[in-house]
């Protein structure tokens, strides 16, 4: 999971260049389309961009999805046909962006970040959604197939709810609403494994504990980097007051803004909890290896005299009086013993052990 990418394809281009940045995410790009009103709806997967334009002038919603952004003319043609600014074409190709939001008075841009849990190696994978909110229409671009946007369509599909009675800026609200409900399941999937580092961490806290600690935290870094972006974002389409989003879907984005900072103050809270963590398994290390050495220097210390003892008659000199002692080497012993008993009682009853 990298934090810092490299952007060197796009060093000494003029602004508005076509160019990539990211990695290329599946093959072929997949159009979708969806064109729908209160009476009716329609899906179908488009061989050509080209056959969308027409309808971006009716009555309907046409809601155009791009799944691969990496075909430079695809986009471009796309760009074409929906009046969309060059450096509008840039950023969407640009799949390192910061979330952002722009207001070109013909239709809003935003970029936003789709984030999904792998629930076997316990990462967190961001990817790039890009949005366009016209008069008529909305354009959304994905680096891959597979979003959560899936509850969206079934919606439009169904006819429940909303959705069909009303136009595209609450299409666009359905859709960012969407992202950011998958944080919150995120944030679950996450608080659950949470729990269970900081049992670990309290009972048997291993280097594989610190392994864990650290991959938190850059997941955290990950998910406050896409979450703080988008609370402004949505500040920003509620302030403006854009022709585009009208009266009855303002409401809708206040509530989808009280989410996100829901979502930004459990990060935060996580983020503080993981630091925490940090500081418990040092404290952890530490006292086990004061432990260990408070074992080591009772063994030693009790030694220390063991071993002048032993030392002083291990010397062997013909005048030391003890050596033609018969009870010399008993005696010996029982000093011994009687320092090593005597010892381990002041010990017990400082309690060092």
């Given amino acids: 999971m990298k934090l810092v990418r490299k952007h060197s394809k796009h060093v000494g281009l003029p602004p508005g260049s076509l160019v990539h940045v990211g990695d290329r995410k599946i093959e072929h790009p997949k159009i979708t389309l969806f064109d729908y009103s209160l009476e009716r709806w329609e899906e179908k997967p488009l061989d050509d961009v080209k056959l969308s334009f027409p309808l971006k002038e009716t009555s309907s919603v046409t809601w155009v999805n791009v799944d691969g952004i990496h075909q430079t003319d695809l986009l471009e043609k796309l760009g074409t046909g929906f009046g969309l ?180 103050e459990t990060v935060e809270t996580y983020r503080d909890i993981i630091s925490g963590m940090i500081d418990i398994y040092l404290s952890n290390m530490s006292n086990r290896m004061n432990e260990v050495m408070k074992v080591l220097t009772i063994i030693a210390t009790i030694f220390i005299p063991l071993t002048f003892i032993a030392g002083v008659y291990g010397m062997n000199f013909r005048n030391m009086p003890e050596l033609e002692w018969r009870w010399g080497y008993p005696a010996a012993w029982l000093l011994m013993l009687a320092i090593f008993g005597g010892m381990m009682l002041y010990f017990k009853k400082k309690k060092w052990f």
């Fill in 85 to 264: 600014h060059p450096l509008v074409l840039e950023d969407i190709l640009n799949t390192e962006h910061r979330p952002k939001y722009e207001d070109y008075d013909d239709y809003l841009f935003a970029v936003l970040k789709m984030l999904s849990f792998d629930d076997q190696t316990g990462d967190i994978h961001a990817e790039q959604i890009s949005l366009v909110l016209g008069p008529k229409f909305v354009l959304s671009f994905q680096e891959r197939i597979g979003d959560v946007f899936e509850g969206v369509r079934g919606r439009i599909r169904s006819g429940k709810g909303r959705i069909r009675s009303m136009g595209p800026d609450y299409l666009a609200y359905a859709l960012i609403d969407s992202i950011v409900d998958s944080y919150f399941i995120i944030l679950e999937k996450i608080g659950d494994r949470i729990e269970l580092l900081e049992e670990e961490l309290i009972s048997h806290p291993t280097p594989n504990t610190l392994q864990t600690i650290h991959r938190f935290k850059r997941q955290m870094i990950l998910l406050r980097r896409s979450v703080w972006p988008l609370r402004e974002i949505i500040k920003e389409l509620q302030r403006e007051g854009s022709p585009l989003i009208g009266e009855s879907t303002d409401i809708f984005l206040r509530d989808v803004y009280d989410h996100t900072i829901q979502v930004a």
